[in-house]
């Protein structure tokens, strides 16, 4: 198999790619077309020159485009690849703020935030040109009038598979999907994720697949939107009766997921890891470690699941019939209500943190500490053992 991948990526069949230049005008004209001939090998990046002795002023070797950057698993996994010496271009479509948080994240040069059109093939080349290393963040779980599900899940991260693919000195590409993706799926967003990484699989055997369970974390998009809604509305709407079982995992640990896959010597090459946290929770439990975290008594509303679709219909009914841009939904999203009625857990036979050799962190203390922010009396409310939440204290 080594062989056929090394064909593929390596050195030999950039040789015998006569339309290689053709297809990279701009990074020939920049780097005159001598970049690819490249003595990498093809197991994994663990044969790349170091130096240095591993913080962010070494040389890792790595050279890392990371699209979908300036999202959420984005700050923390440049963050990771900078402290250890590795270039990472930074692709934005959005204005320069999107990313000016990731150039302090390493020295001058090391973060290189580049300006692309992710509907441009061109501009995509053209910032995977000088990598060497290829990961795929880039996700919605909502639709807008521009972007379909499958536009931004699969279709972009199928482009971005055979462009690597073309590319010939990618010797790593790293798709980051969804635990529950799954092409049977009723929510169209777990389906076109479980395109995606039927395609990049498809294009490139080698690729590494993450699937991450809901990821927790300072900008996360669940604990922080409920707990945006409890303080808005005093109450927490529950999907279902809250039973659901999902197994959410701390933001920090997936990108070191990531980054240990890159740092291997290839074993995690064409292989699928599923990333949840430690603890299963029902969607009850997590909502109630958020009130306890807030100091608020938890008050909820259970809203059947055909209701809560009911209520998040209208938006996906007018999105495409309105020629007004929609508001983008929080909670009653009617793909998260679909994917959210069964249960999402790691299954047994699956490669997990254990098998990159990582412990993931438990959902309590630092990983959660963020939502202090939402305490009403001020982040340090209630933040001794003696000052119990009684629901007398907020009747
Ligand atoms: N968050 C979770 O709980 C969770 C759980 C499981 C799996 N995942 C998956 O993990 C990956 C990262 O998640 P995340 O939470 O970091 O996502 P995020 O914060 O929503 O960031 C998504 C990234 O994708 C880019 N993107 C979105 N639509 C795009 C488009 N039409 N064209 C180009 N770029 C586009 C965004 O760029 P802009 O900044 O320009 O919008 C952003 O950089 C995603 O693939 C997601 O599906 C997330």
């Not at 000016?100 to 093939?121: A, F, S, T």
């Not at 059947?304 to 938006?315: E, L, Q, T, V």
């Amino acid at each position: 198999m080594m062989q056929a991948v090394s064909r593929r990526l390596g050195h030999q069949y950039i040789k015998q790619s006569p339309s290689i230049s053709s297809i990279y005008p701009l990074s020939d004209r920049y780097y005159g077309g001598e970049r690819y001939q490249s003595t990498l090998t093809t197991k994994g990046v663990g044969h790349l020159v170091r130096k240095g002795t591993g913080g962010r002023s070494s040389v890792s070797g790595i050279v890392a485009t990371v699209f979908g950057a300036t999202g959420f698993l984005g700050r923390y996994l440049v963050q990771q690849l900078a402290k250890m010496g590795s270039q990472v271009l930074v692709p934005f479509r959005g204005s320069e703020d999107s990313h000016r948080h990731l150039k302090l994240m390493g020295d001058l040069g090391q973060i290189v935030p580049m300006k692309y059109d992710p509907r441009d093939e061109n501009s995509i080349k053209a910032v995977m040109a000088k990598a060497n290393v290829v990961i795929n963040l880039i996700g919605r779980e909502y639709e807008t009038r521009n972007y379909s599900f499958e536009e931004v899940n699969h279709h972009m991260a199928e482009q971005l598979a055979m462009i690597a693919k073309e590319h010939g000195g990618i010797m790593r590409f790293i798709q980051v999907s969804c635990l529950g993706a799954s092409p049977s799926s009723s929510s169209r967003y777990l389906k076109s994720k479980a395109a995606a990484e039927e395609a990049v699989l498809r294009e490139l055997p080698e690729a590494t697949v993450m699937k991450p369970a809901v990821m927790i974390g300072t900008e996360d998009r669940i604990l922080n939107t409920w707990a945006h809604f409890a303080k808005n509305y005093s109450f927490l709407p529950l999907m279902g009766d809250g039973s659901t079982k999902i197994q959410p995992v701390y933001v920090v640990d997936v990108a070191s997921a990531i980054v240990t896959a890159l740092k291997d010597n290839g074993t995690s090459m064409g292989k699928v890891y599923e990333l949840g946290g430690p603890d299963i929770f029902t969607v009850h439990e997590l909502a109630d470690l958020m009130y306890d975290v807030i100091r608020e008594w938890p008050r909820y509303v259970k809203i059947p699941f055909s209701i809560a679709k009911a209520i998040a219909m209208p938006r996906e009914i007018l999105l495409k019939k309105v020629p007004v841009p929609m508001p983008i939904p929080a909670i009653f999203n009617l793909d998260l209500i679909e994917a959210n009625s069964t249960d999402t857990l790691v299954s047994g036979n699956a490669l997990k943190f254990e098998d990159l050799g990582i412990v993931p962190h438990k959902l309590k203390g630092y990983p959660v500490e963020f939502l202090i922010q939402y305490r009403k009396g001020g982040p340090q409310y209630g933040s001794t053992v003696s000052e119990k939440v009684t629901p007398q204290s907020w009747s």
